[in-house]
């Protein structure tokens, strides 16, 4: 008769075999996918289309502009070129950053070109299709104008963020 530790050793075979055996069944299918710049701000992850992001800058010296939006802290130069920065915590309601340099997307969307304050880049991404979700409904009013899906990664939660939509809003006209 088999002890107790050879039982539960050849249950762990068992149960190899038989994920080994899931796993061949599986079949390898080329779906459509889009590349996703996942970076977080204030804790939290969000993500931009790749198409939709020209650069990653490291944070520099913003030039204030008297009399501009609370979400626009100013200009940067970027080889010789004038952008404006957008502070997206002020767009989305987050607290005010901490002390410390993160990072400036430069993005474009519709026919605007704007640079916005992030923390860190988590990962570019390649997403299939099937995996981008509607946008969450859990989320509060000051996001929700701004979102175009959701994805999950890595176990936490992504928000896909329109910049058409960032930009052309209220908050930052």
């Known amino acids: 008769m088999p002890s107790e530790r050879e039982t539960h050793k050849s249950d ?18 080329d779906e459509p996918a889009e590349q996703f710049v996942i970076f ?20 520099e010296e913003i030039h204030p502009i008297p009399g501009a939006p609370p979400c626009i802290p100013g200009l940067i130069t970027v080889r010789g070129e004038i952008e404006s920065v957008l ?9 005010a950053r901490r002390e410390g340099k993160g990072l400036i997307l430069l993005a474009s969307g519709g026919h605007v070109r704007s640079g916005i304050l992030i923390d860190t880049v988590e990962d570019v991404a390649d997403v299939p299709h099937s995996s981008i979700l509607p946008p969450p409904t859990t989320l509060g009013n ?11 990664r890595g176990g936490r939660n992504v928000v896909l963020l329109d910049p058409a939509r960032i ?3 209220a908050a930052v006209a």
């Open 87 to 95: 502070d997206l915590r002020a767009v989305l309601g987050l607290p």
């Open 167 to 169: 930009f052309g809003s």
């Open 142 to 152: 000051g996001v929700r104008e701004y979102v175009c899906g959701h994805l999950e």
């Open 40 to 59: 977080s701000l204030s804790g939290d992850l969000y993500a931009l289309a790749g198409r939709e992001v020209l650069e990653i800058l490291p944070e």
């Open 12 to 29: 762990r075979i068992l149960s190899e075999i038989r994920l080994r055996r899931e796993r061949e069944k599986i079949q390898d299918v």
